[in-house]
């Protein structure tokens, strides 16, 4: 299964665009990259998955280069209910066995 | 549809109690997982069933149990409760069919054992 790393925090302001990374160096051929957002006291809940290349939807955009090493999920024109764990999931869906990493806590300043 | 239903909510365990986590799911999905959540950190997955009568163990599966008799229902079960067992407990749904499913959260049971 394909490790990922991503930062643990970042900080933005309101109107901004933040991009958040994560890295998955041992990715296989038929893993996908998902990210799910996360507010307290709640489960996770979908935003985007992708397979290569560019992404998006109503909500963000997902961007994964050729070698699908990393992949960077950008959230346009953030506002405060932005504020949120992000993690990126990496892998098959249908072994059952989806590890998720640390996440990353971002904090939208107004 | 309701999705995935997780009961109760919370929860305080005396230590050495005992109690099952109930979730169901009416999306007729065949994966199921339980994750746990401590404060301040990530997930981590405890157990999870293809189907079923089949299930297999996570990350951290000591101390617990589950079964899945039905596609419905994933119940884990506590047997002795441990202060390491004070988390937040969320269930999770999948399709099985394609390689990019996406999970299905329940709005997890806050479970505190003093």
């Known amino acids: 299964l394909a490790k990922t790393t991503q930062p643990i925090s970042m900080d933005s302001y309101e109107g901004q665009e933040v991009n958040i990374t994560c890295s998955h160096n041992?990715?296989?051929?038929?893993?996908?990259i998902t990210w799910y957002q996360q507010f307290p006291s709640q489960g996770p809940r979908f935003i985007i998955q992708?397979?290569?290349t560019k992404v998006t939807n109503e909500v963000a955009s997902l961007f994964i280069p050729a070698d699908r090493k990393s992949s960077t999920l950008s959230l346009p024109r953030v506002s405060l209910s932005d504020t949120a764990v992000y993690y990126c999931?990496?892998?098959?869906?249908?072994?059952?066995?989806?590890?998720f990493g640390q996440g990353t806590t971002l904090q939208v300043k107004p | 549809n309701a999705g995935v239903t997780q009961t109760p909510k919370f929860r305080i365990l005396k230590i050495g109690q005992s109690m099952t986590l109930q979730c169901t799911q009416d999306?007729?999905?065949?994966?199921m997982y339980w994750y746990r959540q401590d404060p301040g950190m990530g997930l981590k997955l405890i157990y999870y069933?293809?189907?079923?009568?089949?299930?297999d163990k996570g990350e951290v599966p000591n101390g617990y149990n589950v079964s899945r008799s039905t596609t419905e229902d994933f119940p884990l079960r506590l047997e002795l409760a441990a202060p390491s067992q004070t988390s937040v407990y969320f269930c999770?749904?999948?399709?099985?069919?394609?390689?990019?499913?996406?999970?299905?959260f329940g709005s997890g049971t806050q479970l505190s054992v003093l």
């Open positions: 999770a749904s999948s399709y099985p069919d394609r390689l990019n499913e996406k999970l299905f």
């Open positions: 041992n990715i296989a051929t038929n893993d996908y």
């Open positions: 992708g397979y290569k």
């Open positions: 999931l990496v892998g098959p869906g249908n072994t059952g066995k989806l590890i």
């Open positions: 999306m007729n999905h065949n994966y």
């Open positions: 069933s293809v189907g079923a009568g089949i299930t």
